[in-house]
């Protein structure tokens, strides 16, 4: 399971282990007891090496919760803004931006281009833009492939 808090990502590429995770009180599972569980690394963009990510544990249901800055989807390594403003651009300037690799932002369109057509069907793919913000609103993935 996955806690998204308000994290400063350059703050904690500084610390890295010593940065202040915040903790929950309480399992979202059963309302147990958490405790630490150490330590794993996820990799984001604009730095050049794995960042340390704290990971909890449930003592009661034996949860294990890793946590991830709020700005950044799972299983993403750019922000969702950075993916936000890649898509307008190619939408609006007809070319991809150069600082990414054409495939990643060609998978990001695609991924928002299903989930369009997933969740709203084939009518509304007037305003892609528009639909990205809908689905961030509704909780979704704007950019994932999966359903």
């Known amino acids: 399971m996955?806690?998204?808090?308000?994290?400063?990502?350059?703050?904690?590429?500084?610390?890295?282990?010593?940065?202040?995770?915040?903790?929950?009180?309480?399992?979202s599972c059963c309302k147990g007891r958490i405790w630490?569980?150490?330590?794993?690394?996820?990799?984001?963009?604009?730095?050049?090496?794995?960042?340390?990510?704290?990971?909890?544990?449930?003592?009661?249901c034996r949860t294990v919760f890793r946590t991830r800055p709020s700005g950044y989807w799972s299983r993403f390594q750019a922000a969702i803004a950075t993916i936000r403003e890649h898509i307008a651009h190619r939408l609006t300037?007809?070319?991809?931006?150069?600082?990414?690799?054409?495939?990643r932002q060609r998978h990001w369109l695609n991924g928002l281009r299903k989930q369009i057509l997933t969740h709203f069907?084939?009518?509304?793919?007037d305003d892609p833009l528009q639909a990205f913000d809908s689905l961030i609103a509704r909780g979704v993935c704007a950019a994932s492939r999966a359903i």
Do not use: M, Q
Not at 5 to 19: I, P, Q, S
Not at 93 to 101: N, T
Not at 121 to 125: C, D, I, K, L, V
């Open 121 to 125: 069907g084939t009518g509304a793919s």
């Open 2 to 27: 996955i806690l998204f808090f308000d994290v400063c990502v350059k703050t904690l590429f500084e610390l890295g282990r010593n940065y202040p995770w915040p903790r929950p009180e309480r399992c």
């Open 93 to 103: 300037e007809r070319r991809w931006k150069p600082d990414l690799p054409r495939s």
């Open 36 to 60: 630490a569980h150490g330590f794993d690394t996820a990799y984001f963009d604009d730095f050049p090496e794995p960042l340390w990510i704290r990971k909890y544990r449930c003592v009661d």
